[in-house]
């Protein structure tokens, strides 16, 4: 099992940025992809970005060109850089990991969600 724990989440006004963390830890044999996604108040979770263990990343079309998720391997954490945010980009944010257990069985893991709200 993984566990994930999310920090950066707060209050920002509309133009302004957030930097999201999540750090992950755990006895597994390797943690894979990691991601962020987003649940607005009444909406569906949605995916914000992906980043695999190598570097390739994936984004919703709606935050192109002003997120950038990265990430340290040697940290297990992944990040989400939030640039000019927007009042629709109010939700909470929550940390996904898939994982490479010992035994070789595959599994993924949540974090709690940190709130991100976006005044205008």
């Known amino acids: 099992q993984v566990q994930l724990v999310e920090s950066g989440g707060g209050l920002v006004q509309a133009g302004g940025s957030l930097r999201l963390s999540c750090a992950a830890s755990g006895k597994v044999f390797s943690i894979n992809a990691m991601g962020w996604y987003r649940q607005a108040p009444g909406k569906q979770r949605e995916l914000v970005a992906t980043i695999t263990r190598f570097g390739s990343t994936n984004y919703a079309d709606s935050v192109k060109g002003r997120f950038t998720i990265s990430r340290d391997n040697a940290k297990n954490t992944v990040y989400l850089q939030m640039n000019s945010l927007k009042p629709e980009d109010t939700a909470v944010y929550y940390c996904?990991?898939?994982?490479?257990?010992?035994?070789?069985?595959?599994?993924?893991?949540w974090g709690q969600g940190t709130q991100v709200t976006v005044s205008s």
């Open positions: 996904n990991a898939g994982y490479t257990a010992y035994m070789g069985n595959r599994g993924d893991s």
